[in-house]
Antibody
């Protein structure tokens, strides 16, 4: 069965970086892309970006461009999402989801940014 | 960027009620629209893609319709497990954007 398993919760200081992983199983990893979505406490869903696991092409939300990098490691069927120069408003649960329509989701990774 | 709006923002309904949620895009998105259900503390669950196609395993009480800019999600007979927040998302053009959500709670 398709599964996306994300790395554990992180606590970071402002200005630091965080890298969240998303390990896929149960399907051909390079046949689908991976989307990243985040949700601040008590807020709605925010699309962050997408990567093609086939060729590594990426698309990012404009507001995060320059601070976020999404990558894949096909040998381990894992996608990564890194946010640099963290701010307090980056505190959120970060989700990976399969492809554009998000038919499968990871369990979420809580990232807390606090001094 | 394409802006997505949803109405109502919240609604109270009873078990057995028929519920309809509306999603509107600021410009035409063909039928590149998905619906998600989210319960507190849980990851979103995909319900519908391409405006009207049910994801595998999703019960047929959920249905979607629409094209262009106006879309609806209908739950034909609300059950206790359906009380949740529902989001629409367009994937016609980057950046993909979500609606603000509609919370369905118990009357």
């Amino acid at each position: 069965q398709v599964q996306l398993v994300q790395s554990g919760a992180e606590v970071k200081k402002p200005g630091a970086s965080v890298k969240v992983s998303c390990k896929a199983s149960g399907y051909s990893f390079t046949s689908y892309g991976i989307s990243w979505v985040r949700q601040a406490p008590g807020q709605g869903l925010e699309w962050m970006g997408w990567i093609s696991a086939h060729n590594g092409n990426t698309k990012y939300a404009q507001k995060l461009q320059g601070r976020v990098t999404i990558t894949t490691e096909t040998s381990t069927s894992t996608a990564y999402m890194e946010v640099r120069n963290l701010r307090s408003d980056d505190t959120a649960v970060y989700y990976c989801a399969r492809d554009w329509v998000g038919d499968y989701w990871g369990q979420g990774t809580l990232v807390i940014v606090s001094s | 960027d394409i802006q997505m709006t949803q109405s109502p923002s919240s609604l109270s309904a009873s078990v057995g009620d028929r519920v309809t949620i509306t999603c509107r895009a600021s410009q035409g998105i063909n039928n590149y629209l998905a619906w998600f259900q989210q319960k507190p503390g849980k990851a979103p669950k995909s319900l519908i893609y391409a405006a009207s196609n049910l994801q595998s395993g999703v019960p047929s009480k959920f249905s979607g319709s629409g094209s262009g800019t106006d879309f609806t999600l209908t739950i034909s007979s609300l059950q206790p497990e359906d009380f949740a927040t529902y989001y629409c998302q367009q994937y016609n053009s980057y950046p993909f954007t979500f609606g603000p959500g509609t919370t369905v709670d118990i009357k």
